[in-house]
């Protein structure tokens, strides 16, 4: 039998399969982030080689056995992200055939259950990555918080906490939003927002958290309303920038991301705009997840 590896390596945590030749999943496992950028070269080594550890202690599997890993890693952007990764596995020990691709590739491919067609994820960031007939790969967003992730989590937090001040200011409607807001914080006053957002142990994901609250106001405030419908308009843009970079309006589009996946209302309202713009587009839940298709393509390599 031949053994496989797929892994999903997130900003929080990282899920590994190990799989067959028929993409059969015989083990998995999660572990700490992978993103270098994040956590360094020392601690994502680390967490790699626990994969390798536990697959061997427990299974049985030994790294000269495994055939093929995939990984799909937040963070992985550049030539240069790829040769820092590869240079971790190598010196873990492995040495056979290694994939390494941005999270929105192995994604894709679990959403769609195969490499082909597009994927839209709209989590605590937010990236377009579609795949067109001739087999190349075009990507639209993914470009990080501080001058992107258009349509995501943190967007619609931090267009919610901007409404807070510009309504304080005078400079927008009264909203509801500094109230939701302010029990989730727990904070009495908007000048302690300041004291929230710039504290440096508060990361992009704890402001992204906060995009709930938003979303559950969109049908009772007229300001979160504007906000929700900013993010759908935003989503919608990065879709019509791929299907021209495609030149094609006629994929299957799969969801993914806590917005996407968790929220009713912004689902439905993407949903409805891109079919109505695109009724050839075949938008759906993600069939797997971007483990599984790391371990797709690590069996089909």
Do not use: Q
């Amino acid at each position: 039998m031949k053994y496989y590896i797929g892994i999903d390596g997130g900003g929080t945590k990282t899920l590994a399969y190990l799989g067959n030749e028929k993409k059969e999943v015989l083990s998995s496992i999660k572990v700490g982030s992978t993103n270098y950028h994040s956590v360094g070269t020392i601690s994502t080594k680390k967490e790699f080689k626990e994969i390798f550890d536990f697959f061997k202690v427990n299974i049985g599997i030994t790294l000269d056995k495994i055939k093929g890993v995939c990984i799909g890693g937040a963070g992985i952007d550049s030539p240069k992200d790829e040769k820092v990764i590869e240079k971790i596995f190598r010196d873990i020990g492995y040495e056979n055939d290694l994939l390494i691709y941005n999270d929105s590739v192995t994604a894709l491919v679990g959403a769609n259950g195969e490499k082909k067609g597009a994927m839209v994820i709209s989590g605590t960031g937010s990236i377009v990555l579609g795949i067109d007939k001739s087999g190349k790969s075009h990507r639209v967003g993914g470009w990080g918080h501080i001058i992107d992730d258009a349509g995501s989590g943190y967007a619609i937090a931090r267009d919610g906490l901007k409404k807070i001040v510009e309504s304080y200011d005078g400079r927008e409607d009264n909203t509801e939003i500094w109230e939701v807001i302010s029990k989730k914080l727990n904070i009495s006053h908007v000048g302690e927002l300041i004291s929230f957002i710039y504290n440096t142990d508060i990361k992009k994901h704890d402001i992204a958290n906060l995009a709930p609250c938003i979303i559950d106001l969109y049908k009772i405030d007229a300001v979160a309303k504007k906000v929700i419908d900013n993010a759908v308009r935003d989503l919608c843009k990065m879709i019509d920038a791929l299907a021209n970079k495609m030149n094609e309006e006629d994929f299957s589009l799969g969801l993914s991301g806590s917005i996407l996946l968790k929220s009713d209302v912004i689902r439905k309202l993407f949903s409805k705009e891109i079919e109505k713009k695109y009724p050839d587009i075949h938008i759906h839940l993600p069939k797997e997840n971007a483990a599984t298709g790391a371990l797709i393509l690590a069996v089909e390599s």
